[in-house]
């Protein structure tokens, strides 16, 4: 019999903070100003509607209204809103807005950051809110007083219904689930790529009282990831709801939506597909969050992610450290695109070589990412 390589699988392990070694630096947990207690909606720029509003129903965000310069959607949970794109002459993402604790003062943005406050019929759901721009540029809400507005019917959960080795509650009956969009229940999380790692994640810290659930370091120990959830007391929050991501730009990376089951995820992408839609990566299961995900491209190159499945934590439990790895980004399922890492292309060089004139970024931070990035994720990958 002819040797066989055995090829070995492995997992980065995860040290929680309390128990760090030397070399690690916990991430800086700067005092808050106020407190986020969800992920109200994203804002878009768009220069065809319509085109975005195929998009979104196809991947199954409700339309609330539709004009020929806005675009308001919704899920089947009690927003009003998640999602506002109006017509302009690019196609970028403006910011998210974020619903604040009764608690927090939105005047202290007003005093001590120059926030401004929006006029109130800007503001879909109503309510009142200041607007902030975020070390990036970006355009941040915070909001206060919207009106939640009834669900919409969304089928059950099949999960309670599905048969294990071990526990078998479905006999003489099938699993179909309906051949339809994903109906998008909520606004889950966004993911936002930055070449000032520590200036972004002290920023939304410090506005949104954020709590790191897990943050990934390079090889000298410094963190360059973070995991956000939104700080709900005694209340379970998503493993994230922000997550920021050292690298070379200042970009959108992602923004994540939660559907009902593994099952609305995998019939949705079937809709998806025979719409043309371009897929990008999934069905797959992440580590971090452990969501079971779906990602795919809208018509002007943003990323979305369908998930289901993901961890909750309360405000008590501790942050976790674990090295940046490519490979750590997935427990399983389709290996991930190349293209979720910067390309090897003439622009990417010429950006490179900007940052570090511009001292931006040093020559050991970047080759340490670029180790990060390159580490062989699988076997076969
Ligand atoms: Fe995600």
Redesign the pocket.
């Known amino acids: 019999m002819s040797s066989i390589h055995r090829a070995v699988l492995r997992q980065a392990e995860a040290t929680p903070e309390s128990r760090l070694p030397p070399g690690i630096q916990p991430l800086p947990r700067p005092p808050a100003m106020g407190r986020a207690v969800e992920l109200a909606f994203l804002r878009w720029e768009k220069r065809d509607l319509v085109s975005t509003e195929n998009f979104w129903r196809d991947f199954g965000l409700h339309i609330v209204s539709r004009s020929a310069d806005a675009l308001v959607a919704r899920g089947t949970g009690t927003s009003a809103c998640i999602s506002i794109a109006t017509k302009g002459r690019v196609n970028r993402f403006v910011g998210p807005a974020f619903r604040m604790s009764d608690g927090t003062d939105l005047e202290r943005f007003v005093r001590d950051m120059g926030a401004r406050p929006i006029p109130p019929d800007r503001i879909p759901g109503g309510g009142r809110g200041v607007e902030l721009a975020d070390p990036a540029g970006r355009s941040v809400w915070l909001l206060q007083g919207q009106t939640p507005v009834d669900a919409l019917p969304v089928r059950e959960p099949l999960v309670a219904d599905m048969n294990t080795a071990f526990f078998a509650p479905r006999v003489n009956r099938t699993i179909r689930a309906p051949l339809e969009p994903a109906q998008v229940v909520r606004l ?2 966004v ?1 936002m790529q930055t070449v000032d790692f520590p200036r972004l994640a002290d920023w939304y810290q410090r506005v949104l009282a954020i709590i790191p659930t897990d943050v990934q370091y390079l090889a000298d120990g410094s963190p360059a990831l973070a995991f956000f959830r939104l700080d709900l007391g005694d209340q379970p929050a998503d493993h ?1 709801t922000v ?1 920021i991501v050292g690298g070379i730009e200042e970009k959108y990376e ?1 923004s ?1 939506y939660e559907v009902v089951d593994l099952d609305a995820l995998g019939q949705g992408q079937q809709v998806l597909r025979a719409q043309g839609h371009r897929h990008m990566w999934g069905i797959g299961r ?1 580590v971090l ?1 452990s ?1 079971l ?1 779906d990602y795919w491209i809208d018509p002007d190159g943003f990323e979305y ?1 369908h ?1 289901t499945d993901g961890d909750l934590f309360t405000a008590d439990f501790e942050t976790a450290y674990s090295p940046l790895e490519f490979g750590g980004i997935w427990a399983w399922g389709d290996d991930a695109p190349a293209s979720m890492k910067p390309r090897k292309t003439v622009g990417t060089l010429l950006r490179v070589l900007g940052l570090l004139r511009r001292k931006a970024i040093t020559p050991q931070r970047l080759k340490l990412l670029g180790e990060a990035l390159d580490a062989p994720a699988r076997p076969w990958a």
């Open positions: 889950g999380h993911v994230h997550v992602h994540a992440h969050g969501q995900f992610e998930y």
